[in-house]
């Protein structure tokens, strides 16, 4: 059975940098995008980036270009989140997931519902 377990998150001053892991595990299955959301209290899932898996082509939330980056380690079958600057609006529960098939436009993978598999979450925290 496919898991995917992140991992990375806690408590943090605004400004400092935190990165998020999640690793698929439970046997291999093919994946052809991973992507984070997140959810803060009261709100909506929202969409924070994407990464295609084999070419590793990127995908970000305008809100988020430029503090933070998605990146893949192929061999280790983990996606990383890194969030810099990080400020008390970045509060919520970050998830990961994955989508098995392959995306015609890469702009469809903000959309949550295209997903196959999802992690059940990491807390990070952000005090002003």
């Known amino acids: 059975q496919v898991q995917l377990i992140e991992s990375g998150g806690g408590l943090v001053q605004a400004g400092v940098s935190l990165r998020l892991s999640c690793a698929a595990s439970?046997?291999?299955?093919?994946?052809?995008?991973m992507g984070w959301f997140r959810q803060a209290p009261g709100k909506e899932r929202e969409f924070v980036a994407a990464?295609?898996?084999?070419?590793?082509?990127?995908l970000y939330a305008d809100s988020l270009k430029g503090r933070f980056t998605i990146s893949r380690d192929n061999a280790k079958n983990t996606v990383y989140l890194q969030m810099d600057s990080l400020k008390p609006e970045d509060t919520a529960v970050y998830s990961c997931?994955?989508?098995?098939?392959?995306?015609?436009?890469?702009?469809?993978?903000?959309?949550?519902?295209?997903?196959?598999?999802w992690g059940r979450g990491t807390q990070v925290t952000v005090s002003s």
């Open positions: 997931a994955a989508r098995k098939a392959y995306v015609t436009f890469i702009s469809s993978l903000t959309n949550g519902g295209l997903y196959d598999y």
């Open positions: 439970g046997g291999t299955f093919s994946k052809n995008a």
């Open positions: 990464i295609t898996w084999t070419s590793g082509r990127t």
